[in-house]
């Protein structure tokens, strides 16, 4: 899977030709060598040797004329983004020339070029959006009684109903009732949290093995990188209403106090016991950061502020900046967090590594081949070091995703110690859509502010890249959890929560179904997803191809869905 057959054939008669490639993923990266054609001994015979190459990301090729033992002399270089298992031919045939060094022509043949490996995505997209309009069609004939005209063909029920109206088994209590439930609890917000979880799942279990379902390299943001984040900005938004809930109940804030330091260590523990899992439960090497662990840091920093500044009833009417005064109320909460993120760019990018003589200040690469090699000892710069010398090379994670790619030999926890700090901030950002949502009330302007701050943060966010995925002074990057990370993924979560709010709690033409109901169950489906991914009936062995990995990973998605729908009408509701 990702990978098709090229064929090195060369006619040279003086010279043997090496190959060298790379793919344009890695940043900075050498070619590496990965072939070398010997000079055919016979005039009829032609050298040729076959290697697989990635078919993800285009592939830089050199070829390179062996002058000597100890020079090589580059005669062509091509790009080419190869077709998964395809068939491809590079002919190198000498140039005769008048100048005094041997030269060579390269052709690239594709011999056989496959389908394209997108394919089964389109499909399945096709597929889903087909049913999901299906669904639409049928709940639009069940609720004006079409499909019970249709199937039982009762005329005369069907004109009593149209004189008498259609009966119910809902008295008018229960309606009111309902209504009542629905203005408490904006079910956007379930859904937003829904397609947050039912994403991570999906992701994890694969993602039908396509790039852009991983995690990114290094720089770079994909639909994996958009989860976590997502995650950790609906739990701040949630945060906010909940606190002001408590706080409009006279709740003691030693209760308060208690309640959140229990659900810090419950999160922690749990993030402990997903990284013990599958035999891993050596203490000695048992890695510390994680993903349950990030939430607990993040929970307990923001939910301790809340509770320092959260109010009761944050609107004024009768002061000039009350349209602004959803960051006039909370100013300090403001001030901290921005000093958090302060304290991160100081760390990041003034503190000198110690004891490392080709580390530079700031670095923030890759480490490994990147820049040709010389800061092979430096990947992640001072956030490494950090959590190597805190908690000790063994206790963090130790299959980056660079390693593969930059060929890395450093640990790095892209859940670590300095990330923290910015996943705290993106929180608070979610924590302010909440109070957005509690300090006005009209739908209009919660929309108009939501997507203020998307603007607002995507554009900080462009500016820090420069627009450029490795070339601006921040890149985007999911391993550092780098401020243009979070303010890039901040901006989209404030879209999305607008979506969702106007299509589900404001013009009703959405359900939240079926995102709605894992959104009810969260932590229950991540923790389910991590323990029980490798057994049947969740996931089972299929052949290594983009198409059935896609539909295993997309059953394992819905297998939790429909175990968060059966939860929901059983009314099981497992929180923290």
């Not at 599958?278 to 000695?284: A, L, Q, R, Y």
Request: proline share 4%.
């Amino acid at each position: 899977m990702d990978t098709a057959w090229l064929t090195l054939t060369s006619t040279m008669t003086e010279h043997s030709i090496t190959m060298w490639t790379q793919s344009d993923v890695c940043w900075k990266c050498p070619l590496q060598q990965v072939l070398h054609v010997h000079v055919r001994v016979k005039p009829d015979t032609y050298n040729n040797v076959t290697v697989l190459v990635n078919t993800s990301f285009v592939t830089e090729i050199a070829i390179k004329i062996v002058d000597n033992a100890t020079y090589q002399r580059e005669v062509c270089r091509l790009n080419k983004k190869f077709r998964e298992y395809g068939d491809y031919s590079l002919y190198v045939n000498p140039n005769n020339t008048d100048t005094d060094q041997m030269m060579a022509d390269c052709t690239l043949v594709a011999v056989n070029e496959t389908w394209d490996s997108n394919t089964p995505i389109i499909a399945a997209v096709g597929i889903l959006i087909g049913m999901a309009i299906l669904w639409v069609i049928i709940k639009y004939l069940y609720r004006n009684h079409y499909l019970y005209k249709v199937m039982f063909c009762l005329k005369t029920e069907y004109l009593i109903n149209s004189d008498l109206g259609t009966p119910t088994n809902m008295n008018p209590g229960d309606n009111t009732k309902n209504i009542d439930k629905t203005k408490q609890r904006l079910k956007s917000l379930d859904t937003f949290r829904g397609i947050s979880i039912v994403t991570m799942i999906f992701v994890n279990y694969g993602g039908g093995g396509y790039w852009f379902f991983k995690h990114s390299r290094w720089n770079g943001l994909t639909v994996a990188d958009l989860v976590f984040p997502w995650f950790v900005f609906i739990m701040g938004t949630a945060m906010a209403i909940s606190f002001r809930s408590l706080v409009r109940k006279a709740t003691p804030k030693k209760q308060l106090l208690l309640k959140i330091i229990k659900r810090t260590i419950i999160l922690f523990v749990l993030g402990l016991f997903i990284n013990s899992s599958g035999g891993h439960n050596d203490v000695s090497t048992l890695r510390i950061p994680g993903v349950l662990q990030r939430f607990a840091a993040a929970y307990l920093v923001t939910a301790l502020l809340e509770l320092l500044f959260a109010q009761a009833e944050p609107y004024y009417e009768d002061v000039w900046w009350r349209c602004v005064q959803d960051l006039v109320v909370y100013w300090p909460e403001w001030f901290i967090n921005l000093a958090f993120v302060a304290v991160y760019l100081i760390v990041t990018f003034g503190i000198q590594i110690p004891d490392s003589t080709n580390c530079p200040m700031g670095y923030t690469g890759p480490g490994g081949i990147s820049e040709n090699g010389n800061y092979a000892n430096c990947t992640g710069g001072i956030a490494g070091y950090i959590d190597r010398w805190l908690l000790g090379t063994a206790h963090v994670y130790q299959h980056g995703t660079a390693q593969k790619t930059y060929q890395t030999t450093v640990a790095y926890d892209p859940e670590g110690i300095l990330g923290t700090i910015t996943t705290i901030f993106i929180c608070f950002l979610g924590l302010h859509a909440g109070k957005i949502i509690i300090t006005y009330k009209s739908h209009r302007g919660r929309i108009i502010r939501w997507l203020i701050w998307a603007v607002f943060l995507g554009s900080i966010a462009l500016l820090l890249t420069k627009c450029s995925q490795n070339d601006g002074w921040i890149p985007i990057n999911k391993n550092l959890w780098s401020l243009s990370f979070v303010l890039a993924n901040g901006s989209l979560a404030f879209i999305l929560l607008s979506v969702c709010y106007l299509t589900i709690d404001v013009w009703h033409i959405w359900s939240g179904a079926p995102f709605f109901y894992p959104g009810m169950n969260s932590i229950f489906l991540y923790l389910g997803h991590e323990v029980l991914g490798g057994y049947f009936p969740v996931q089972i062995k299929v052949p290594p191809t983009h198409a059935a990995r896609l539909a295993m990973n997309l059953w394992g998605a819905a297998f939790w869905v429909i175990v968060s729908v059966y939860m929901h009408y059983q009314n099981v509701f497992i929180t923290i």
